[in-house]
T-cell receptor, first 113, second 118 residues
Framework: QQQVKQSPQSLIVQKGGISIINCAYE??????FPWYQQFPGKGPALLIA?????SEKKEGRFTISFNKSAKQFSLHIMDSQPGDSATYFC????????????FGKGTHLIIQP | GAVVSQHPSRVICKSGTSVKIECRSL??????MFWYRQFPKQSLMLMAT?????????EQGVEKDKFLINHASLTLSTLTVTSAHPEDSSFYIC??????????????FGPGTRLTVL
């Protein structure tokens, strides 16, 4: 059972555009939803995270939108740059992030110059 | 942000040997560390949760006798792959939970260890 579903699998966006990646979860006990960026051969880097008591969180060019009733959350990357080209993973956990993370399958993002 | 290191970054070993991977939180104390495995072009899968001074909790399907985890201090956890076989070849990544002076309970990941078993 895949507890966190991520789409799309791959995404191509023009430089300066908005990249949007979506995730849906099944386990209502999840209460912490981070997004990670991973470059080939490297460990994931935390981008931004949200808890279900807020519907949106913004940090720089990155925004998480959260819809608790629909059990969905998404990452928006504004003014996408070629350096943003990477694999992005959404994740979820219980215990406010104290438990291990359940990851989505990842989105391979390519920003075309 | 918090820094987590792993050593070694890459290891090649013969089938049947054991390999130890170290995970250290460099600038914060982590009461909880996690070990994940990532196969090529796939997502990360949680293997086990490690709490300082207690036995690790393994996810379903992960052999605890094959993947030995020790969390001896608040800054160090080790994963030992015993009697490694080619199917154990993977990218092993640890993370450390902040859960303390840093905000909330973010998990910060190490750079990963590429294990190749011949």
């Amino acid at each position: 059972q895949q507890q966190v579903k991520q789409s799309p699998q791959s995404l191509i966006v023009q430089k300066g555009g908005i990249s949007i990646i979506n995730c849906a979860y099944e386990n209502t006990a999840f209460d912490y939803f981070p997004w990670y960026q991973q470059f080939p051969g490297k460990g994931p880097a935390l981008l931004i995270a949200i808890r279900p008591d807020v519907s949106e969180k913004k940090e720089g060019r990155f925004t998480i939108s959260f819809n608790k009733s629909a059990k969905q959350f998404s990452l928006h990357i504004m003014d996408s740059q070629p350096g943003d080209s990477a694999t992005y993973f959404c994740a979820a956990s219980r215990g406010g992030g104290a438990d291990g993370l359940t990851f989505g399958k990842g989105t391979h993002l390519i920003i075309q110059p | 942000g918090a820094v987590v290191s792993q050593h070694p970054s890459r290891v090649i070993c013969k089938s049947g040997t054991s390999v130890k991977i170290e995970c250290r939180s460099l600038d914060f104390q982590a009461t909880t560390m996690f070990w994940y495995r990532q196969f090529p072009k796939q997502s990360l899968m949680l293997m086990a949760t490690s709490n300082e001074g207690s036995k690790a909790t393994y996810e379903q399907g992960v052999e605890k006798d094959k993947f030995l985890i020790n969390h001896a201090s608040l800054t160090l956890s080790t994963l030992t792959v015993t009697s490694a076989h080619p199917e154990d070849s993977s990218f092993y990544i640890c993370s450390a939970g902040s859960g303390g002076p840093l905000s909330y309970n973010e998990q910060f990941f190490g750079p990963g260890t590429r294990l190749t078993v011949l």
